[in-house]
């Protein structure tokens, strides 16, 4: 069996009516999240594993983080080292330190504990809904299934 040299990860999330609220104030919104694991062994892919959620009454940041953290605890090789790519800027830069978190913070704590877990993880931002990336599209479809599924 081949050893596992290295992971990327994809995730997105996604909302549908992100902030709106009934005539009770409840919120109408309904999220979804996805992620995308791809296990290497040099160029060789070893292993992809894709899964999703949904929740209702989330914001569309909420179901970024959810699919960042849903992603980090279902990697077990925390000692290799693993890209993740979010299009979520601002979780991104939550991550590396560039970005003064001020909601959320039950999530950014938990992301923030299972960051430490890993030996060498790095998180890139890529620019989501274009035709060059079908990683992100790949979670990006399968994201905005998960928060349709809520209707």
Same mark, same amino acid.
């Given at each position: 069996?081949?050893?596992?040299?290295?992971?990327?990860?994809? !995730?997105?999330?996604?909302?549908? @009516?992100?902030?709106? &609220?009934?005539?009770? @104030?409840?919120?109408?919104?309904?999220?979804?999240?996805?992620?995308?694991?791809?296990?290497?062994?040099?160029?060789?892919?070893?292993?992809?594993?894709?899964?999703?959620?949904?929740?209702?009454? !989330?914001?569309?940041?909420?179901?970024?983080?959810?699919?960042?953290?849903?992603?980090?605890?279902?990697?077990?090789? &925390?000692?290799?080292?693993?890209?993740?790519?979010? @299009?979520?800027?601002?979780?991104?830069?939550?991550? !590396?330190?560039?970005?003064?978190?001020?909601?959320?913070?039950?999530?950014?704590?938990?992301?923030?504990?299972?960051?430490? &877990?890993?030996?060498?993880? !790095?998180?890139?931002?890529?620019?989501?809904?274009?035709? @060059?990336?079908?990683?992100?599209?790949?979670?990006? &479809?399968?994201?905005?299934?998960?928060?349709?599924?809520?209707?």
């Amino acid at each position: 069996m081949k050893k596992i040299t290295a992971i990327e990860v994809h !995730t997105d999330g996604a909302s549908r @009516d992100n902030g709106k &609220k009934d005539e009770n @104030d409840k919120s109408l919104s309904r999220g979804g999240w996805a992620y995308k694991i791809i296990e290497k062994s040099g160029e060789e892919v070893l292993r992809t594993v894709m899964a999703g959620g949904n929740e209702k009454g !989330t914001t569309n940041n909420r179901m970024e983080m959810t699919a960042i953290l849903a992603a980090m605890r279902m990697i077990s090789e &925390k000692s290799v080292p693993v890209r993740l790519h979010s @299009d979520s800027e601002i979780v991104i830069k939550g991550l !590396t330190g560039e970005y003064k978190r001020s909601s959320n913070e039950d999530l950014w704590e938990q992301l923030m504990a299972e960051k430490e &877990k890993f030996s060498d993880i !790095t998180f890139e931002w890529e620019k989501g809904h274009i035709e @060059d990336n079908p990683d992100n599209a790949e979670v990006d &479809k399968l994201a905005t299934e998960m928060a349709d599924k809520l209707k």
